[in-house]
């Protein structure tokens, strides 16, 4: 009878230490896994000179010669800040606006200081770690931007959003 209850007792022991083993194995890095940022931050499209282009795929390069081994191979593009947009360079702004998933801060601040003197509109531009060079000449207009370093929905793209490219 006693050598039937430690039998027992060892396969209760082994079944439980592989049910461990698989949720460590298996469960824990998909609980650490990156979230993606779903909503558009892209409001518009512009079209940075040639000039920003240039600075801002060099900021992407440097950033991404630094920090590939940290992140792999997704997503594959990076999000950079190429240039400041004027307000006044938008058509149809408000509709934009009012229409976007991410202009939270413009609408947060109250209706007396909903001024378009006091928004900060972003040409953001992706960069492609593949190729090593942007997918176009085309950015994006942003209002707000997912924080550094976060995954993220630019207009038909998931980047992970570097910023000025200069962090980190």
């Known amino acids: 009878m006693q050598a039937r209850v ?16 698989a949720f460590l194995f298996f469960a824990l890095p998909a609980l650490r896994a990156e979230k993606i940022d779903n909503r558009n931050f892209a409001i518009d499209t512009c ?3 040639p000039n920003e282009i240039r600075l801002a795929e060099e900021r992407a390069r440097n950033y991404w010669a630094k920090h590939a081994a940290r992140f792999g191979s997704n997503p594959v593009y990076l999000a950079v800040e190429a240039s400041k ?3 006044s360079e938008v ?7 009012i229409n976007s998933e991410t202009t939270g801060s413009f609408f947060s601040r109250g209706p007396d200081q909903q001024t378009y003197s006091s928004l900060e509109l972003i040409g953001i531009m992706i960069f492609d770690t593949r190729t090593g060079r942007f997918v ?3 950015g994006f207009i942003s209002v707000d931007t997912p924080p550094v ?7 038909g793209y998931i980047a992970r959003y570097i910023g ?3 962090w980190g």
Do not use: E, H, T
């Not at 430690?6 to 083993?21: A, K, P, Q, V």
């Not at 058509?91 to 606006?97: A, H, I, T, V």
């Not at 370093?149 to 207009?155: K, N, P």
């Open 47 to 49: 079209y940075p000179n």
């Open 164 to 166: 000025f490219g200069n």
């Open 85 to 87: 947009i004027f307000p």
């Open 149 to 155: 370093g976060r995954v993220a929905r630019f207009d």
């Open 91 to 97: 058509q149809d702004l408000w509709s934009k606006l």
């Open 6 to 21: 430690s039998r027992n007792i060892y396969l209760l022991m082994s079944r439980l230490g592989f049910l461990c083993f």
């Open 136 to 138: 176009g000449n085309r």
